[in-house]
C-alpha cells in the first residue's frame, strides 16, 4: 500500500509549511483542504490515500482536511505510427497508442504527485 508513504509525505509536508508560517509570526487554526495534482500512471487508489491521511492527520492541524485530487494524464509518441497525444491507459500493465493500439510508445508525465495548494484558516 504505497498510498500510505503518499499520504505521510503529504502531511510532513503541509506540516513543515506551516511551521514556517509559525516562525513567521502567523497562526494557524487549521488546514481545511489540500489540493493534489496526481499523474494517472502513479496508479494510486485516491480513496485508500484519503483514508491513510485521514489516519495519520488525526490530531494534527490537518485532521479533517478535504483532499481534492485531479489527475494528469500522461502523453506518449508511438514509436509506431507516429501519433502523439494522451496515452491510452488500461492498467499499470496496459498501456497503448489509441490510433494503432500499439506498445511501443515514449512516455512522458503522468508520474507526477504535486501538492497543488492549500486553504488554511488563521486564527484572530
Request: glycine share 6%; proline share 2%; hydrophobic share 35%.
Amino acid at each position: 500500500m504505497h498510498e500510505l508513504s503518499y499520504a505521510t509525505a503529504i502531511l510532513e509536508a503541509i506540516l513543515n509549511s506551516v511551521k514556517k508560517e509559525e516562525e513567521k509570526g502567523k497562526k494557524i487554526k487549521k488546514v481545511s483542504e489540500i489540493n493534489l495534482e496526481v499523474g494517472e500512471l502513479t496508479f494510486i487508489n485516491v480513496e485508500q490515500l484519503k483514508f491513510a491521511f485521514e489516519v495519520i492527520a488525526e490530531g494534527t492541524i490537518c485532521e479533517n482536511a478535504k483532499i481534492n485530487v485531479e489527475f494528469i494524464k500522461p502523453k506518449c509518441k508511438c514509436l509506431d505510427c507516429g501519433y502523439e497525444g494522451e496515452a491510452e491507459i488500461i492498467d499499470e500493465f496496459e498501456i497503448y497508442c489509441p490510433n494503432c493500439k500499439s506498445i511501443r510508445l515514449k512516455l512522458s508525465g503522468g508520474k507526477e504527485f504535486n501538492i497543488k495548494n492549500a486553504t488554511v484558516e488563521y486564527e484572530g
